[in-house]
Nanobody, 115 residues
């Protein structure tokens, strides 16, 4: 069983930066991709960014050029560097690991961007 724990959320002013981390515990023998999603109050969960086993990355248009996803395979960790934050980025951020032929989710970390 793979368990994920996110960290790095918090309160930041618009224009600021945060780096989220997601650490996986348990044995990982097959990696498809890792991703970040977010859910704002009253809205559906939306995809933010993905990093594939090849290293290729994809981003939602709303964060392209501001956010960067990366990983450290040795540490079973995926990161989300968030720059030039906007109030619209306020949400609970979730990481997802598509590994071992299954999907695993973290518990979420709150990011609040104040104006």
């Amino acid at each position: 069983q793979v368990q994920l724990v996110e960290s790095g959320g918090g309160l930041v002013q618009a224009g600021g930066s945060l780096r989220l981390s997601c650490v996986a515990s348990g044995s990982i023998f097959s990696i498809n991709h890792m991703a970040w999603y977010r859910q704002a109050p009253g809205k559906q969960r939306e995809w933010v960014a993905t990093i594939f086993s090849s290293g290729m990355t994809n981003y939602a248009d709303s964060v392209k050029g501001r956010f960067a996803i990366s990983r450290d395979n040795a540490k079973n960790t995926v990161y989300l560097q968030m720059n030039s934050l906007k109030t619209d980025d306020t949400a609970v951020y979730y990481c997802k690991f598509a590994v071992n032929y299954g999907n695993y989710w973290g518990q979420g970390t709150q990011v609040t961007v104040s104006s």
